[in-house]
């Protein structure tokens, strides 16, 4: 199942088998293998691309290091009263 988020329901196999039947009907089949290949070149590089801009944000703006820790400060008071 996979879950649609604008209708607040989920595909199941039945509506994906619907889908591939209208998409056949609409473009046939000797159009299929090649509206198949674009769409996965096109997916590719929409995912190189979004790598891409991760990678790019990323070193841009590296994520914060811990802080490190530091001495507690030395009590004044008590080098006073010693010296």
């Given at each position: 199942m996979i879950p649609i988020a604008f209708l607040g329901t989920?595909?199941?196999a039945g509506e994906i088998l619907l889908i591939?039947?209208?998409i056949l009907l609409l473009f046939g089949a000797q159009?299929?293998?090649s509206i198949a290949r674009s769409l996965g070149?096109?997916?590719e590089e929409f995912r190189r691309s979004a790598n891409e801009l991760t990678r790019d944000i990323?070193?841009?703006n590296p994520?914060?290091?811990p802080p490190v820790p530091s001495a507690p400060p030395a009590?004044?008071?008590s080098e006073?009263?010693?010296?």
């Open positions: 989920s595909i199941g591939l039947v209208v159009r299929l293998p070149r096109a997916l990323l070193n841009d994520p914060p290091r009590d004044e008071s006073e009263k010693q010296g």
